[in-house]
Structures are given as C-alpha cells and as structure tokens.
Nanobody, 117 residues
C-alpha cells in the first residue's frame, strides 16, 4: 500500500514563506512525475506545479515567480518552496506521484496552508 506523506503546511502572514515536502512510504516503486495540487474552499482542485523524473517543471500562472518545485530522486521526495505568499494561496495542498512504469497515480492526505492578511 503506497502512501504519500506530506509535511510543512501551516499558518503564515502575507508575504511569508513555507516549504512543503512529500515522500512515499510503504511499497517502493519507481516514481515518475510528481506534483502539487491545491484545493481552496468551494473550488476545484487545481495543479500548482509538477516536475518530471528528468527535472522538467511546469507551473500554474498563479505560482510562476513565487513558487519553486524541486525533487530529490534519491529520496523520492518532492518539495514546494512557496515565497511571497498571498491570502489567495490559502488551500489544502496535495501531493501527487505517478508510477514511472504504470502511470498509476497516488495522492497524499493534504496539508493545510493558511495565509493571513
């Protein structure tokens, strides 16, 4: 049973920074693309950023210039460095990882990020 374990969420003032981390536990597998999504109250879950196993990155327009996604392949860990946070970044942030060979997708339980004005 694969689980993704997230950490790093919390409460921060507008303009502050947070760093989220996520790594799989349980059964081991070759990890392909890893990503961060977020879901604000009353809104659909949306992609924040993703990173391929080769290191290619993709960002939502709202994240460009403020957030940086990175990964440590040796640890199968993905990070999301969030700077210049705004109240509209408040959401539950979810980690996603895909099996490199099968494309199976796994989700974390989510971590709350709250940005106060």
């Amino acid at each position: 049973q694969v689980q993704l374990v997230e950490s790093g969420g919390g409460l921060v003032q507008s303009g502050g920074s947070l760093r989220l981390s996520c790594a799989p536990s349980g059964s081991s597998f070759r990890v392909g693309t890893m990503a961060w999504y977020r879901q604000a109250p009353g809104k659909q879950r949306e992609l924040v950023a993703d990173i391929s196993s080769a290191g290619s990155t993709n960002y939502a327009d709202s994240a460009k210039g403020r957030f940086t996604i990175s990964r440590d392949n040796a640890k199968n860990t993905v990070y999301l460095q969030m700077n210049s946070l705004k109240p509209e970044d408040t959401a539950i942030y979810y980690c996603n990882a895909k099996n490199f060979w099968t494309g199976s997708s796994y989700w974390g339980q989510g971590t709350q990020v709250t940005v106060s004005s």
